[in-house]
């Protein structure tokens, strides 16, 4: 959907180290977004990202970084994994703001912290 | 943020109408109020998006009171592909999806 490919589909590694993960947009959409999924908490917003260079924090964000050097790339970064951050990860993109700008989501990635 | 409230589940049979309502009691009058769906081991999928009164697309129907106090997604003679969770988000017209929250979704499962 929306031409959005997240990589890798699946990483296990281990805690303490640094993972960056990868969303690419073929849409030219403006807006991108890095949310989490688990159990009995739905997705939350982690950071977004307005424009290139632009971005900001959402509801989970301690421990996650993120970069947009290109309208089409947005890397979420977790500069020291721990187990907690176990989780599924999903990248979306809207075109713009308002009602005419549903979020479009990539299929995620799975993580393991062990 | 306008909060929502949906069943956890809900299971159906092939053939059937399920309907999903939300309650979302403290909506301003800028939100508009955006179905999605989800597959296991993908992402959330747009379904429909309203404001008031109905809408209709090829998938489902959205139907709003005049107090916009709940909504009802409507899916018409389901399938066992229609198995997923439905997510209710109440939203700002003019906001963009960092001003959306996901709340715990409706599991509906479709029996043979």
């Known amino acids: 959907d929306a031409g959005i490919t997240q990589s890798p589909r699946h990483k296990v590694t281990e805690t303490g180290t640094p993972v960056t993960l990868r969303c690419h947009q073929t849409?030219?959409?403006?807006?991108m977004y890095w949310y989490r999924q688990d159990p009995g908490h739905g997705l939350r917003l982690i950071h977004y990202?307005?424009?290139?260079?632009?971005?900001d924090k959402g509801e989970v964000s301690d421990g996650y970084s993120v970069s947009r050097s290109k309208t089409e790339d947005f890397l979420l970064t977790l500069e020291s994994a721990t187990s907690s951050q176990t989780s599924v990860y999903f990248c979306?993109?809207?075109?713009?703001?308002?009602?005419?700008?549903?979020?479009?989501f990539g299929n995620g990635t799975r993580l393991t912290v062990t | 943020l306008a909060k929502t409230t949906q069943p956890i589940s809900m299971d159906s049979y092939e053939g059937q109408e399920v309907n999903i309502t939300c309650s979302h009691n403290?909506?301003?009058?800028?939100?508009?109020i955006t179905w999605y769906q989800q597959f296991p081991s993908q992402g959330p999928r747009f379904i429909i998006q309203?404001?008031?009164t109905k809408v209709t697309n090829e998938v489902a129907s959205l139907f709003i009171p005049a107090d916009r106090k709940s909504s009802t997604l409507s899916l018409p003679r389901v399938s066992l592909s229609d198995t997923a969770v439905y997510y209710c988000?109440?939203?700002?017209?003019?906001?963009?999806?960092?001003?959306?929250?996901f709340g715990g979704g409706t599991r509906v499962l479709v029996k043979p």
């Open positions: 403290n909506i301003a009058t800028n939100d508009y």
């Open positions: 990202s307005y424009g290139v260079k632009d971005t």
């Open positions: 979306a993109t809207t075109l713009g703001t308002g009602i005419n700008s549903p979020l479009h």
């Open positions: 309203g404001y008031k």
């Open positions: 849409e030219n959409h403006r807006y």
């Open positions: 988000l109440v939203g700002e017209i003019r906001a963009a999806g960092n001003k959306l929250t």
